[in-house]
């Protein structure tokens, strides 16, 4: 495929970060979300992921890199200059956690039912993978593009421009994304230590100082077996848009023995999880990259994907860059945005069992074992040096570059793939090599700490007038909004009630088909 000439700029970026909020000390804040940040239910772009603690920043749709980080940047100044004396945490592995996990505040979103049914969710993840699992952090990149590449792609094709061969389409950059994924822990993994604190390390993880755990060659335990993986098993398909949403539907209305062990309720009649079944919601769901669709009032994450199909694709492989005041390089968002658009443009073949085995075994792997010397991979089920992988895979991203750089008349995203080149090639330290060398030298908590104190003169510069006097005016809405959703709440339908008649239009679905 000639990739100089295809429209390949202008496609919508958006970032998601999440980090923990830290004292002076490296130990979990023990607040509520600071309300000068508005409400945790109502505000679009600042909120929190599990815990009261777990702030998450949600930039905008946007068609640059520049303007994507700048607005994230922004956020998390704003964020960071009304927290008084604590701090945003780094890294992705997290700070000090309290002795006690029930002294991890879960989030509160208030009395309607939507809220309740979003505390109860994260309720059920304590009950099935523990508090302190969820106060993991990490980058999500969203991204779309431009609607002349899809006319474009189309045309080439011979076909004609539809959603459903948009869905075809998707579907095949997200298998790319499995295949390839290992590479993102290859080139910007950067958690291979975590305090000792974090209770699920402590059988399982070595010793690297008095106070610190580790695998001295994972590149990131965020994306390791000791990460974010469902404990149940079951498959997903990425052949066709409707395998995933008939067996992701099949996972959240299908009962799991080990959780129905837990029960629905506790002996005093309190919830402990939105159902026993595989999956309590979608978004349980843990996967290198998602399909998305923005949802609608009350839409469950299937239902959108099965009325409008896909809308972006959602990249969860990446680590917090605790380099970055932001959590995420400009460099790495225009490596990414290269990395999305190559997996798009490129089909991917329909997998078998052997393909979905091989690429979790290489994500896998690579996040516990990347930094041994001679690191090998499957292809195709021959083994191959990594490095030699990844150098073929830089190579072929940067005609991608080139086009980008083409269009908007500079050399940066052809310099982005060039540093990871250099690195790949032993030149200079990978992300996860340079973590791993400064963590050779001192505790995990003590390079926390001075990280988030390097980072506080970024956070702390002054925001320009018109973008602070937005983001205050959001807040205060935000908070008004959730108040008004209270005033509402007392006539609202009983929770059980709710909670009964909840997926719904999920079985209904199921039995049309």
Same mark, same amino acid.
């Given at each position: 495929m000639h990739i100089e000439t295809l429209p390949l700029s202008g496609g919508h970026i958006g970032i998601e970060r999440e980090t923990l909020r830290s004292n002076a000390d490296g130990e979990l804040a023990s607040s509520r979300h600071p309300e000068a940040l508005g409400n945790v239910y109502?505000? *679009?772009?600042?909120? /929190?992921?599990?815990?009261? $603690?777990?702030l998450e920043f949600v930039s905008d749709p946007h068609h640059s890199p520049q303007a994507a980080?700048? +607005?994230?940047? #922004?956020? #998390? +100044?704003f964020s960071a200059q009304h927290l008084g004396a604590e701090r945003h945490w780094p890294p992705s592995m997290p700070c000090r956690l309290p002795d006690n996990p029930e002294? /991890?505040?879960i989030g509160y979103f208030g009395e309607s039912n939507g809220g309740k049914l979003r505390r109860l969710y994260r309720i059920g993840l304590a009950y099935r993978y523990g508090r302190p699992m969820q106060m993991i952090a990490g980058v999500h990149f969203n991204y779309s593009p431009p609607p002349a590449l899809w006319q474009a792609l189309a045309d080439r094709e011979g076909v004609a421009l539809s959603d459903d061969w948009k869905n075809v389409r998707y579907m095949s950059m997200l298998r790319n994304i499995q295949k390839h994924g290992w590479l993102i822990c290859h080139l910007f993994g950067a958690s291979p230590a975590v305090d000792?604190?974090? #209770? *699920? $390390?402590?059988?399982?993880?070595?010793? %690297?100082?008095?106070?610190? %755990?580790s695998w001295r060659n994972a590149t990131t335990l965020r994306m390791s077996q000791l990460g974010y993986q469902n404990k149940v098993d079951f498959s997903v398909s990425f052949n066709h848009l409707y395998e995933y949403i008939r067996d992701l539907g099949t996972a959240v209305l299908t009962p799991a023995p080990q959780y129905e062990y837990f029960g629905l309720k506790d002996p005093a009649g309190n919830y402990r999880q939105i159902s026993t079944h595989i999956l309590q919601i979608a978004n349980e769901y843990y996967s290198g &990259?998602?399909?998305?669709q923005p949802l609608k009032k009350g839409e469950l994450p299937v239902i959108a994907l099965h009325n409008r199909g896909i809308a972006y694709i959602e990249l969860r492989l990446l680590d917090s860059n605790p380099y970055d005041p &932001?959590?995420?390089?400009?460099?790495?968002?225009?490596?990414?945005?290269?990395?999305?658009l190559w997996c798009l443009i490129n089909p991917c073949s329909p997998f078998d069992n052997s393909d979905y085995n091989e690429a979790n075994h290489n994500r896998l792997r690579t996040a516990c074992c990347g930094l041994s010397p001679d690191f090998q991979l499957f292809r195709e089920q021959r083994q191959i040096l990594a490095?030699?992988?990844a150098a073929e895979i830089l190579q072929a991203l940067l005609p991608v570059a080139e086009n980008l750089d083409h269009a908007a008349g500079s050399t940066d995203y052809q310099d982005a793939i060039a540093r990871? /080149? $250099?690195?790949? +090639?032993? #030149?200079?330290?990978?992300? *996860?090599?340079?973590?791993? &060398?400064?963590l050779a030298e001192q505790e995990f908590l003590d390079w926390g700490i001075a990280l988030q104190n390097r980072h506080q003169t970024a956070l702390s510069a002054p925001i320009p007038a018109n973008i602070a006097a937005q983001l205050q005016q959001q807040s205060r809405q935000s908070l008004q909004a959730f108040a008004d959703i209270e005033a509402q709440a007392a006539q609202q339908i009983a929770f059980d009630d709710y909670l009964a008649h909840y997926f719904d239009p999920l079985a209904a679905l199921f039995s049309k088909n």
């Amino acid at each position: 495929m000639h990739i100089e000439t295809l429209p390949l700029s202008g496609g919508h970026i958006g970032i998601e970060r999440e980090t923990l909020r830290s004292n002076a000390d490296g130990e979990l804040a023990s607040s509520r979300h600071p309300e000068a940040l508005g409400n945790v239910y109502t505000h *679009p772009n600042i909120t /929190i992921d599990y815990g009261e $603690a777990l702030l998450e920043f949600v930039s905008d749709p946007h068609h640059s890199p520049q303007a994507a980080y700048q +607005q994230l940047l #922004q956020l #998390q +100044q704003f964020s960071a200059q009304h927290l008084g004396a604590e701090r945003h945490w780094p890294p992705s592995m997290p700070c000090r956690l309290p002795d006690n996990p029930e002294h /991890i505040d879960i989030g509160y979103f208030g009395e309607s039912n939507g809220g309740k049914l979003r505390r109860l969710y994260r309720i059920g993840l304590a009950y099935r993978y523990g508090r302190p699992m969820q106060m993991i952090a990490g980058v999500h990149f969203n991204y779309s593009p431009p609607p002349a590449l899809w006319q474009a792609l189309a045309d080439r094709e011979g076909v004609a421009l539809s959603d459903d061969w948009k869905n075809v389409r998707y579907m095949s950059m997200l298998r790319n994304i499995q295949k390839h994924g290992w590479l993102i822990c290859h080139l910007f993994g950067a958690s291979p230590a975590v305090d000792e604190s974090f #209770q *699920p $390390a402590q059988n399982l993880l070595d010793r %690297l100082h008095r106070r610190s %755990l580790s695998w001295r060659n994972a590149t990131t335990l965020r994306m390791s077996q000791l990460g974010y993986q469902n404990k149940v098993d079951f498959s997903v398909s990425f052949n066709h848009l409707y395998e995933y949403i008939r067996d992701l539907g099949t996972a959240v209305l299908t009962p799991a023995p080990q959780y129905e062990y837990f029960g629905l309720k506790d002996p005093a009649g309190n919830y402990r999880q939105i159902s026993t079944h595989i999956l309590q919601i979608a978004n349980e769901y843990y996967s290198g &990259a998602r399909p998305k669709q923005p949802l609608k009032k009350g839409e469950l994450p299937v239902i959108a994907l099965h009325n409008r199909g896909i809308a972006y694709i959602e990249l969860r492989l990446l680590d917090s860059n605790p380099y970055d005041p &932001a959590g995420i390089s400009l460099e790495q968002i225009r490596f990414l945005e290269c990395f999305m658009l190559w997996c798009l443009i490129n089909p991917c073949s329909p997998f078998d069992n052997s393909d979905y085995n091989e690429a979790n075994h290489n994500r896998l792997r690579t996040a516990c074992c990347g930094l041994s010397p001679d690191f090998q991979l499957f292809r195709e089920q021959r083994q191959i040096l990594a490095r030699d992988w990844a150098a073929e895979i830089l190579q072929a991203l940067l005609p991608v570059a080139e086009n980008l750089d083409h269009a908007a008349g500079s050399t940066d995203y052809q310099d982005a793939i060039a540093r990871q /080149i $250099a690195a790949n +090639q032993g #030149q200079s330290l990978r992300l *996860p090599e340079q973590v791993q &060398a400064e963590l050779a030298e001192q505790e995990f908590l003590d390079w926390g700490i001075a990280l988030q104190n390097r980072h506080q003169t970024a956070l702390s510069a002054p925001i320009p007038a018109n973008i602070a006097a937005q983001l205050q005016q959001q807040s205060r809405q935000s908070l008004q909004a959730f108040a008004d959703i209270e005033a509402q709440a007392a006539q609202q339908i009983a929770f059980d009630d709710y909670l009964a008649h909840y997926f719904d239009p999920l079985a209904a679905l199921f039995s049309k088909n």
